[in-house]
């Protein structure tokens, strides 16, 4: 049986990660700046990660939500610890469009209404009403455009509120740091009131952090920076480090009933062993600390490349914009200097998600290997 062919694949097969890198199956040592989407917050293979994992495997791997699971309550205290939050419940599943998923249902449940605001260039999902309200219609199957959505410019505050007098929106759904739509941030002003206009009009505000959060941009989650207050706030990518698990969550105001949300693999033991490794690393190796020095660093050595006209994001959630498509760029660094890095829907943008932990040496490298490559442009 042949696989599904929906991903154009590089002619590279990892098969081991330590730090910032990953081997292939020839011993080829790559830089990963890019952690499989965001995905790497502590490192390949952290010996914390491995040993958590490992321990939590030889006594239990998994069981449903029908019983209890310590591991669950654990993974919330230390997530409210870690990011500086209260009065918010946690729901687990197991990816960023799961969490998209339930944020909407339950937004609808709580609304009692059904349509969705998004803006330009977001991505939250491929599955049916995280793509609906994400800027790309060539991912859009008819089963997913039957959605009442409507798509909103960032800073257009009169067409948000418009829409929202209409009184037929369960939600407005934002990344406060585009990732796939090329690391677009709004500004602080149109973020505080679009939190008001949801409020004066009964929508929920919905925090997409599955990219941007967890320390990535040197907050824990990118919103915290405009000083407002989700109602749902959807968690996935760098939350397991390579292990499957996501999450939403939920502002006390929102009242939970059984069986209003629910999941097969969400929040099981393995994944909330991950979860919690992942949180004491952050913690113990001040992992968001590092990620505002390295971007301080980053900043640095992009004022000395006339070819980037702009250094876009936060933190470890970067982009580099040239006046180039960056295609041929991106597999230069990848099969003359052994460096992975991401694109994004601007063709014309380099996107660097290293993990959390890397130090100034990688990013030294990879400006060396960058400055060589644009020698040709």
Do not use: W
Not at 279 to 304: C, G, H, P
Not at 334 to 339: A, D, E, G, R, S
């Amino acid at each position: 049986m042949e696989l599904f062919d929906v991903y154009p694949l590089y002619d590279i097969t990892p098969v081991k990660g330590e730090g910032c890198f990953v081997f292939d199956e020839k011993g080829t040592k790559y830089l990963d700046l890019y952690g499989g989407h965001a995905v790497i917050s502590i490192g390949h293979s952290h010996p914390r990660y491995v040993e958590k994992l490992g321990a939590q495997l030889q006594k239990l791997g998994f069981y449903s939500n029908s019983i209890k699971n310590p591991l669950q309550e654990e993974l919330a205290k230390k997530l409210e610890k870690a990011a500086k939050i209260t009065e918010y419940s946690l729901f687990l599943c197991n990816s960023g469009a799961e969490a998209n998923e339930n944020a909407l249902k339950l937004a609808s449940f709580h609304t009692g209404k059904s349509n969705v605001i998004y803006f330009n260039n977001a991505f939250h999902g491929r599955t049916s009403a995280a793509v609906a309200v994400t800027d790309n219609e060539g991912i859009k199957a008819p089963l997913n455009k039957v959605h009442s959505t409507c798509k909103i410019a960032f800073e257009d505050i009169s067409g948000l509120e418009e829409e929202l007098k209409k009184g037929e929106t369960a939600a407005v759904i934002i990344e406060f740091i585009q990732g796939v739509g090329g690391l677009d941030e709004a500004s602080t002003g149109f973020y505080q009131q679009t939190a008001a206009l949801c409020e004066q009009y009964d929508a929920v505000l919905i925090a997409d952090e599955v990219q941007a959060g967890y320390g990535r941009t040197g907050d824990f989650f990118a919103y915290q920076k405009h000083k407002l207050r989700p109602d749902i706030i959807s968690i996935a990518k760098g939350m397991g480090n390579g292990f499957p698990i996501g999450g939403i969550l939920i502002d006390s105001s929102i009242p939970a009933k059984h069986g209003m949300l629910g999941t097969t693999f969400g929040g099981n033991h393995l994944a909330c062993a991950a979860g919690i490794a992942v949180l004491e690393v952050i913690e113990k190796e001040q992992l968001m600390n590092n990620a505002k020095k390295m971007f301080d660093f980053v900043q640095q050595e992009v004022a000395k490349i006339p070819q980037i006209k702009k250094l876009k994001g936060r933190g470890l959630m970067l982009g580099l914009e040239f006046d180039f498509e960056i295609a041929a760029l991106r597999k230069s660094l990848l099969f003359n200097h052994h460096i992975f890095t991401g694109a994004a829907s601007n063709k014309k943008l380099l996107r660097i998600l290293p993990p959390l932990n890397i130090e100034q040496k990688h990013f030294e490298m990879f400006f060396k290997a960058l400055k060589i490559e644009l020698k040709n442009y």
